[in-house]
């Protein structure tokens, strides 16, 4: 076939993919109009979800939440979590009412705290499970925390997932090699010594300038000399 040839066909092929085309258009008009009208109604109603309702949800949360962060801070934990039966109704009741907003979120790891605080383990890896964030202070910060929760279960096996989970993150110098090494620590707890051994190294290796690499050497040779017992 010529070049010439060639050409017209890939031309008649077009023009038939752009006649096909067309004919499904005319045939499905209707149908593709009431998909787009469908579409647009769904992105209205989301948009007046969002601004009729979402947002002054977050607002009336975030004035409730704020007067459960001062209790917070002075540590009456008990007080944060339950409410004053007064002019604030405690963290569980902010969960409750205003769960799918951000301080409402929040609210669920303030709460996990306080369950912490006051020796309510259960209840406080059920609610900092709950919490979702992706930020590398908060989010990490509450995985370490589900890691400590485990450890005063006395189920350091499911504590060295979260602490691990929690350092990779945070990924950086701060927050990383504290809990990489809470993860050594309770490896040697369970003798996997072979295992503490990485762990510790690997906070000399990436994390040399932290303040927990400052005396790591002391726990690579521990672990390694328990290792070769």
């Known amino acids: 076939m010529t070049t ?10 077009m023009g038939e993919i752009v006649s096909k085309s067309e004919q499904f258009i005319e ?4 149908s593709i109009l009431y998909g787009i009208a469908i579409v647009t109604l769904l992105v209205g109603a989301v948009l007046g979800i969002q601004h ?16 459960g962060e001062q209790y917070f801070g002075k540590d009456s934990f008990a007080l944060a979590l339950y409410g004053n039966e007064a ?18 979120n929040l609210a669920k790891a303030y709460a996990g705290i306080c369950y912490y605080k006051l020796g ?10 709950s919490f979702g964030g992706k930020d590398k202070i908060l989010s990490p910060a509450i995985t370490g925390l589900i890691g400590d929760c485990y450890v005063n279960a006395g189920k350091v096996k499911e504590a060295i997932g979260y602490f691990e989970k929690a350092a990779k993150q945070a990924n950086n110098e701060i927050i990383s090699p504290t809990y990489l090494k809470k993860a050594g620590i309770a490896y040697e707890s369970l003798a996997q010594y072979n295992d503490a051994f990485k762990i510790y190294s690997s906070i000399k290796e990436k994390y040399y300038n932290s303040e927990e690499a400052s005396d790591i050497d002391k726990f690579i040779t521990r672990a390694s000399e328990l290792a070769k017992k």
């Open 87 to 104: 002019d604030y109704p405690g963290f569980e009741s902010i969960i409750s009412d205003y769960g799918i907003t951000k301080s409402g």
């Open 52 to 67: 009729g309702y979402l947002i002054p949800q977050e607002k009336k949360a975030a004035a409730v939440l704020f007067k």
């Open 27 to 30: 045939k499905n008009q209707k």
């Open 120 to 129: 309510e383990i259960d209840k406080a890896i059920e609610q900092l499970k």
């Open 4 to 13: 010439k040839g060639k050409v017209a066909n890939k031309e008649l092929e």
